[in-house]
């Protein structure tokens, strides 16, 4: 079924739909956890549209390259955000597949500042919007 024009949003709904989550692979700095003041803004609106996310079924896993022994503290500020995680660069037992292997966790997609944060802001955000209305 065709939800959308755009081939990015079309999967994600059909993909989201279908298997009743989605799974979100987010960075931290400067994607939810301000580094830089001046994206301040835009790492909240993230956080928010994770949040409104999260009533329609994710699995949050944190992507980062912070170091071992920061990932316990990093958990606890994107817990502290209000978001439930579910791994920490790893695949939730959940998922009870065989993805994550040789260093990649498996999303349907990744948030991260340094790989087109906006761009994929506006494909969740436009995904999230139709599959609230697909399942009214």
């Excluded at 709904?13 to 939810?32: F, M, P, Q, R, S």
Aim: net charge negative; aromatic share 8%.
């Amino acid at each position: 079924m065709r939800h959308h024009a755009n081939f990015f949003i079309n999967r994600l709904v059909t993909e989201w739909l279908k298997n009743g989550k989605l799974i979100i692979a987010c960075d931290l700095d400067d994607t939810i956890i301000p580094y830089n003041e001046e994206i301040k803004d835009h790492c909240k609106k993230v956080v928010d549209l994770i949040l409104e996310c999260q009533n329609e079924g994710i699995i949050f896993i944190i992507n980062t390259a912070r170091s071992k022994r920061q990932l316990e503290n990093a958990k606890k500020q994107v817990e502290d955000l209000g978001i439930q995680v579910h791994g920490v660069n790893q695949m939730h037992e959940e998922w009870g597949r065989e993805y994550g292997i040789n260093g990649k966790v498996y999303a349907n997609i990744f948030l991260d500042d340094r790989g087109g944060l906006m761009e994929n802001y506006q494909i969740l955000e436009t995904a999230y919007h139709i599959v609230r209305q697909e399942r009214k």
